[in-house]
């Protein structure tokens, strides 16, 4: 079965402080994706990144930064100089590559980030 | 908007009485997705469709749960006999084969 822990259930930082977001997932498949979404209190999920499983580049795109480790079953999530825009709950999340689960996620518990100003 | 829309974004309804919510996905997504999510958790998996056929239900899904996807386009799911503990966000959620998913707003659901 596939399992994705946030062990972070809170994290509140002062404008301008780096964060991250740790993510650990379970997993038997040997392809698989893994993603984050944030969720503004608005309540709609919105779509941040997509990576798969062989490919453990780290990627930044703007402020953002993930960090992939295959060995350590993890998938960090990094925010420079945070801003209070940045409030949200972050999910991790996991999905096979296809198979029986048919794309299905399976998402964590969700990190609460409240940024101050 | 081409995104995912959801109706109606709030539902209020007393114990025993049925729902029924309404997902529109983006448009030339053939997956479509229903995912529950209670306060403090992440969504949980309920049923998957590729076009018109449910290939997918979770456990999570009771016999008093439905969900239909007529003609591969919208999506409905259905509860009867609504208990307090279906009380929750419902999401949909579409996709073009395995790319990634994206939601709606959410259909948020309080059973009195």
């Known amino acids: 079965a596939q399992k994705v822990t946030q062990a972070q259930t809170e994290i509140s930082v002062v404008e301008k402080e780096d964060v991250t977001l740790d993510c650990v997932y379970e997993?038997?498949?040997?392809?698989?994706?893994l993603f984050w979404y944030k969720q503004p209190p608005s309540g709609e999920l919105v779509f941040l990144i997509r990576?798969?499983?062989?490919?453990?580049q780290n990627e930044i795109s703007g402020r953002y930064s993930w960090n992939f480790q295959k060995s350590t079953s993890s998938f960090n999530f990094t925010i420079t100089a945070s801003q209070v825009v940045d409030s949200a709950v972050y999910f991790c999340?996991?999905?096979?590559?296809?198979?029986?689960?048919?794309?299905?996620?399976?998402f964590g518990q969700g990190t609460i980030l409240t940024v101050h100003p | 908007d081409t995104g995912v829309s959801q109706n109606p974004r709030h539902k209020i309804t007393k114990r025993g009485q049925n729902v029924t919510f309404r997902c529109d996905p983006i448009?030339?997504?053939?997956?479509l997705y229903w995912y529950r999510q209670t306060l403090g958790q992440g969504p949980e998996f309920l049923t998957y469709?590729?076009?018109?056929?449910?290939?997918?239900k979770s456990r999570l899904l009771s016999d008093r749960f439905s969900a239909e996807r007529p003609k591969g386009s919208f999506s409905t799911l259905e509860i009867q006999r609504t208990e307090q503990g279906d009380s929750a966000m419902y999401l949909c959620?579409?996709?073009?084969?395995?790319?990634?998913?994206?939601f709606g707003p959410g259909t948020r659901l309080t059973v009195l």
């Open positions: 990576r798969n499983s062989f490919d453990e």
């Open positions: 469709f590729q076009n018109e056929a449910q290939l997918e």
């Open positions: 999340a996991l999905r096979d590559a296809g198979g029986t689960s048919y794309g299905k996620l399976t």
């Open positions: 448009s030339e997504h053939n997956r």
């Open positions: 997993t038997r498949d040997t392809t698989y994706y």
């Open positions: 959620a579409s996709s073009l084969a395995y790319n990634e998913q994206f």
